[in-house]
């Protein structure tokens, strides 16, 4: 009993799907709290492209989907700085090409392939860690949580996510350091009572002496 409340807690009961052809944005208006995703899939087409696959092909896709509040913790521009391409490319970044279920995070290998690019080959990679039920999502910038089960029908899976993917090749370039520049070499002085001190203090002190040493024997000479 208790494995089954635990299990029931954490997937949470799916929406039901919008009657009709399957449709991502039908399916995210439902549930509430995706306009911010909705828009994007809609200006970027990315919407029409996921139904036609959906009910043209067998081809199953899950999409992560953020909030409209993690899209509000994004810093202030994010969105408006992207050219439409990269637009593109962030929505795409959200969506795997093939149907993963919770259980499939378990044993599925890293790098995760996205619509965005090829991981393989270093191009928006995405990675996925568990611990127990828990599911995170790591991009390289930032780490997602993979909150609930929006909707399944074991074609498409939608997983609602607590941040913006944000990928690596988008957001993670970081200027290289300026080089540094060469100190140039300054001669140390040398310290008091050092040996070159000593050295000096020595040989002042035997042109003393020898200086008196004349001194006393051109003395001596007058006298005889």
């Known amino acids: 009993m208790l494995f089954l409340y635990s299990s029931t807690a954490f997937a949470?009961?799916?929406s039901p799907a919008p009657s009709g052809p399957t449709n991502i944005t039908a399916i995210l208006a439902k549930a509430g709290q995706f306009t911010t995703l909705i828009r994007l899939l809609k200006s970027t087409q990315e919407a029409d492209q996921i139904n036609t696959q959906l009910?043209?092909?067998?081809?199953?896709?899950?999409?992560?989907a953020p909030?409209?509040?993690?899209?509000?913790?994004?810093?202030?521009?994010?969105?408006?700085?992207?050219?439409?391409?990269?637009k593109v490319q962030l929505v795409q970044f959200h969506i795997l090409p093939n149907f993963l279920s919770m259980s499939n995070f378990q044993t599925v290998s890293n790098p995760l392939r996205t619509q965005a690019g090829n991981s393989a080959d270093g191009e928006f990679p995405l990675n996925v860690t568990t611990s127990g039920n828990q599911v995170n999502i790591t991009t390289g910038v930032d780490?997602?949580?993979?909150?609930?089960?929006?909707?399944?029908?074991?074609?498409?899976?939608?997983?609602?996510?607590?941040?913006?993917?944000?990928?690596?090749?988008?957001?993670?370039?970081?200027?290289?350091p300026a080089p540094s520049k060469p100190e140039k070499d300054v001669p140390a002085k040398a310290p008091a009572?050092?040996?070159?001190?000593a050295s000096v203090d020595a040989s002042?002190?035997?042109?003393?002496?020898?200086?008196?040493?004349?001194?006393?024997?051109?003395?001596?000479?007058?006298?005889l």
């Open 12 to 14: 949470q009961t799916p």
């Open 55 to 64: 009910n043209n092909s067998n081809q199953g896709l899950t999409v992560f």
């Open 67 to 86: 909030t409209d509040n993690s899209f509000a913790n994004l810093k202030a521009g994010t969105l408006n700085s992207l050219s439409d391409q990269q």
């Open 143 to 176: 780490t997602a949580t993979v909150a609930n089960t929006i909707y399944t029908d074991g074609q498409l899976v939608v997983y609602q996510v607590d941040q913006v993917l944000l990928p690596l090749d988008l957001f993670g370039t970081a200027p290289a």
């Open 193 to 197: 009572g050092s040996k070159e001190d």
């Open 204 to 223: 002042g002190a035997s042109t003393a002496t020898v200086s008196f040493g004349v001194v006393l024997i051109a003395a001596i000479s007058l006298k």
